[in-house]
Nanobody
Framework: QVQLVESGGGLVQPGGSLRLSCAAS????????MGWYRQAPGKQRALVAT???????NYADSVKGRFTISRDNAKNTVYLQMNSLKPEDTAVYYC?????????WGQGTQVTVSS
């Protein structure tokens, strides 16, 4: 069983930055592609960034140029550096595999961008 724990969210003004962390346990972390998802109330969960086991990254158009996904396999952790935040980035952020069957979802971490 894989456990995913997200952290690092908070309240930030537009234009500000946050760095999210996702710690994984109970799996061989290094073999998995990983992604960050976000979900606003009443909306579908959306994939916003991915990173393969080899380090290749992709981003949704909505965050491209502002967010950076990275990973530290030695720490079983994936990160999301978020810069130039906008109010529309407000959501609960989750990590999980970007393709195939997902692991059980963690609690997520709330990001609120307030103007």
């Amino acid at each position: 069983q894989v456990q995913l724990v997200e952290s690092g969210g908070g309240l930030v003004q537009p234009g500000g930055s946050l760095r999210l962390s996702c710690a994984a346990s109970g799996s061989i972390f290094s073999i998995y592609a990983m992604g960050w998802y976000r979900q606003a109330p009443g909306k579908q969960r959306a994939l916003v960034a991915t990173i393969t086991s080899g380090g290749n990254t992709n981003y949704a158009d909505s965050v491209k140029g502002r967010f950076t996904i990275s990973r530290d396999n030695a720490k079983n952790t994936v990160y999301l550096q978020m810069n130039s935040l906008k109010p529309e980035d407000t959501a609960v952020y989750y990590c999980n595999v970007p393709w195939g069957p997902t692991h059980p979802w963690g609690q997520g971490t709330q990001v609120t961008v307030s103007s």
